[in-house]
């Protein structure tokens, strides 16, 4: 099982980034993948997780209506559109699996998860 995001750069407050989490060696539509994020002492978050078996989608609170995550069952990869970024949205993105609220605070304890991408938010 291989998951590697990237897609993560520098951007200004109020802007926009689209990270892609390219995966490999597991059946894709069977599985729900996920984004955690983790920022310099803080704890890990669960930010989005999306079933590409029913297209159930989750988002923690502090991304609903700024970020989208969708998934791309011939590419194998799925996607996270973040919109209106905010400086507090600075920290290492990574994807993975499982995910989703049953799999408590922290999702990356379990599972698979891939090579995290930086995304700063800095004017």
């Known amino acids: 099982v291989q998951l590697q995001a990237s897609g993560g750069g520098l951007v200004q407050p109020g802007g926009s980034l689209r990270l892609s989490c390219a995966t490999s060696?597991?059946?894709?539509?069977?599985?729900?993948i996920g984004w955690v994020r983790q920022a310099p002492g803080n704890q890990r978050e669960g930010v989005a997780c999306i079933s590409n078996n029913d297209g159930s989608i989750y988002y923690g609170d502090s991304v609903k209506g700024r970020f989208t995550i969708s998934g791309d069952n011939a590419k194998k990869t799925v996607f996270l559109q973040m919109n209106s970024l905010k400086p507090e949205d600075t920290a290492v993105y990574y994807c993975?699996?499982?995910?989703?609220?049953?799999?408590?605070?922290?999702?990356?304890?379990?599972?698979?998860w891939g090579q995290g991408t930086q995304v700063t938010v800095s004017s």
């Open positions: 993975g699996t499982p995910c989703g609220p049953k799999y408590g605070s922290d999702w990356m304890a379990s599972g698979s």
């Open positions: 060696g597991f059946t894709f539509r069977y599985y729900a």
